[in-house]
């Protein structure tokens, strides 16, 4: 038996959007279930240096890493399924590789040579690949590489796992995730893109080992042995992926094609033991037999893009599951609500979440929402924006601070209870550059965070410019506003609470990034305890 890392590679063929990141999670998870150290790494064709300057409509949202790198969300799906923390190395883009090489280039590093894309920029993504499988004597790297092959873009990245297969022989296999079309018209489910799919493959230099196969229908023996006959692979490794009603069922029905199995079999990991999936099973049992169910609204600007907050929308998923509750999540765009018709949007909720966000559109009907779940005395959880839009609404409502706003989109206003960030002042570029991964916060005692916690000190993920203004700190303390979390050194306010409302919180951080199935995240837990218990008066 071979003790090296093993590499898996994760390619999509035939259309973009057949859930590479969750098969890619999936066996990672029934690997990790099996006792292997398992981690998950997404190399992205664009060239942005990060998604951290991209608009949430262009590729969902950004997810941000303990040690502060603005990533794929595809990350965020690992750490969920894994229970595992991801870094920057986790995450590869185009930009990230260029920049680096030219950087390489200025520094005379090249003694000469003429900079190429292979095989310069080809070593350079074959050094990342390989620098994750260092780090922590993992047994098993998983790359799901983005786009769809074919595309110019991602060629680099092909050609550099078409050299690793050469470079590492058996410790490496390859993974195609393709579709098989059903035309409704004659009933049949077609082959021919995924021939014509992996021929593309194959035109590179790349022959899959296993073909993971996103369906409609079932697969039948024949039409499994016709793919396997075409396309060069062993029947057992045609594994059907059906459409799930969850995305946390899909290891399940990895499991049940043995998807886990062929790929220990053929990187020669012992496979003898049944992977441990008590605690994926225990969730699921939670989430499919709900013993009650309630509605949350969350309020938005990009409500219509629904990755764009598919953090919280997961994190509530795992908390409903803990609390045996199916939880309806009712988006809604902010720039929809008014006086006039909030009650309409909010009067059958038992929570509101108003998210985070940058820039003036849809503001409004954000602080709107603050304000009918303060004055309704209806759970709120404002985060990063959200809690911005907390404090605007509670200066503007209640302290007779008539135009309150955040420096971001008022500039001028008289009472700018969210300013920038000191060390935010001098900075230029805009990539990177925000206060970014995770801080300390100390939390007060006798406080709804202290309840949820039981701690005194916790560490979560931040991503943002501006921040409470202390300025205001004793205008609000006096008038029962109490700042439960503080980060102490830079005496930073990162949570307001609102004791006479029976479940009133804003974070300046997000902690939707660290929940995960087998850990729903705390604050989420009690938020919806706090749904329950509004339901039911
Ligand atoms: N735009 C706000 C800031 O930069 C909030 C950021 C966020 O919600 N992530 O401080």
Redesign the pocket.
């Known amino acids: 038996m071979s003790t090296s890392t093993k590499y898996i590679f994760v390619t999509g063929g035939v259309t973009s959007s057949l859930g590479k990141g969750i098969v890619s999670a999936s066996l990672a998870k029934l690997l990790q279930a099996r006792g292997f150290n398992v981690t998950i790494q997404k190399l992205d064709p664009y060239i942005n240096v990060d998604p951290g300057t991209l608009n949430p409509y262009e590729h969902g949202e950004c997810y941000v890493t303990e040690d502060g790198a603005e990533t794929d969300l595809d990350l965020g799906h690992y750490e969920r399924f894994l229970n595992i923390s991801t870094s920057q190395n986790n995450n590869v883009t185009t930009g990230k590789i260029y920049q680096s090489v030219i950087n390489k280039e200025r520094r005379g590093d090249y003694l000469g040579k003429t900079v190429q894309v292979v095989p310069h920029i080809t070593n350079e993504i074959k050094e990342h690949i390989l620098k994750l499988g260092k780090g922590d004597n993992y047994d098993v790297v998983i790359t799901e590489i983005g786009g769809t092959v074919g595309d110019i873009e991602s060629l680099p990245f092909i050609e550099s796992i078409r050299q690793l297969k050469w470079d590492l022989g058996k410790d490496v296999l390859f993974i195609h995730l393709t579709l098989i079309p059903y035309l409704s018209t004659s009933g049949e489910l077609k082959t021919k893109p995924t021939q014509h799919s992996v021929k593309t493959l194959l035109e590179y230099g790349i022959q899959p080992d296993i073909l993971v196969c996103r369906t409609e229908h079932h697969l039948d023996e024949d039409l499994r042995k016709k793919i396997a006959l075409f396309c060069n692979v062993e029947k057992e490794c045609v594994i059907e992926s059906i459409d799930a009603k969850s995305i946390y069922e899909v290891p399940l029905l990895m499991f049940k094609e043995k998807l886990d199995a062929v790929v220990c079999q053929k990187l020669a990991l012992d496979f003898s033991k049944k992977p441990d999936l008590l605690k994926w099973n225990n969730f699921l049992e939670n989430l499919h037999q709900p013993t009650h169910t309630i509605n949350i609204a969350l309020v938005g600007k990009y409500v219509e893009l629904k990755d764009s907050y598919i953090s919280i929308a997961e994190s509530l998923i795992h908390a409903g599951s803990k609390n045996k509750t199916k939880v309806n999540l009712n988006w809604i765009h902010s720039s929809k609500l008014t006086d006039e018709n909030c009650a309409s949007y909010l009067e059958d909720v038992s929570g509101i979440i108003v998210a ?4 003036s559109r849809a503001i409004e009907g954000k602080i709107k929402a603050v304000e009918y779940a303060r004055v309704n005395e209806i759970p709120f959880l404002g ?4 809690m ?1 839009c907390a404090v605007i609404e509670y200066a503007r409502n209640v302290l007779n601070m008539k135009d309150a706003h ?1 420096v ?1 989109i008022d500039s001028d206003t008289r009472f700018p209870v ?1 300013s920038m960030m000191e060390e935010q002042k001098k900075l230029e570029k805009m990539g990177g550059t ?1 206060r970014l991964g995770s801080y300390k916060c100390e939390i007060e005692n006798n406080t709804l965070l202290h309840r949820i916690y039981s701690n005194n000190i916790i560490d979560e993920r931040h ?5 409470f203004n202390n300025k205001y700190l004793e205008d609000f303390q006096n008038s029962g506003v109490v700042f439960s979390g503080k980060n102490k050194k830079n005496q930073l306010m990162e949570t307001i609470e609102i004791p006479s409302h029976p479940w009133f919180l804003g974070v300046q951080f ?1 902690p939707e990034y660290k929940s995960t199935v087998e850990n729903p995240h705390p604050i989420f837990s009690s938020f919806i305890q706090a749904g329950l218990n509004f339901a039911t008066k």
């Open positions: 985070p966000g940058f820039g985060i990063c924006l959200g911005q955040t971001e969210i925000m991503r943002h410019r501006f921040e997000h």
